[in-house]
């Protein structure tokens, strides 16, 4: 079992940036998928995005593709989640996820372990 523990959420304005970090343990960091997933008010879970086990490549959702950007540092056990030009219906809790069976997953289902996730709140 790999054990996630997000940190960095809180407060933004619109059209600000924001930065989430994911530290995971329990499992060879680079046997894993990582994604980011998030769940607004009222809403399912959404997929935000998600990156190889290498890194060399990164998927994003349309809503935003071109906004927000996914990173890993293999050294340091930790995935990122960079937040641009953020707005009011990017408010809600992110989550990291790890895939220990697939190299590219996109629904909650491929992912076998789950961060406790933190608030990401965007003021307007």
């Known amino acids: 079992q790999v054990q996630l523990v997000e940190s960095g959420g809180g407060l933004a304005q619109a059209g600000g940036s924001l930065r989430v970090s994911c530290a995971a343990s329990?499992?060879?960091?680079?046997?894993?998928?990582m994604g980011w997933f998030r769940q607004a008010p009222g809403k399912d879970r959404e997929f935000v995005g998600c990156?190889?086990?290498?890194?060399?490549?990164?998927y994003y959702a349309d809503s935003v593709k071109g906004r927000f950007t996914i990173s890993r540092d293999n050294a340091k056990n930790t995935v990122y989640l960079q937040m641009h030009s953020l707005t009011p219906e990017d408010t809600a809790v992110y989550y990291c996820a790890a895939s220990s069976k697939y190299w590219y997953a996109n629904q909650e289902v491929h992912y076998d372990s789950w961060g406790q996730g933190t608030q990401v709140t965007v003021s307007s």
């Open positions: 329990g499992r060879i960091f680079t046997s894993l998928a």
């Open positions: 990156i190889v086990r290498s890194g060399s490549s990164t």
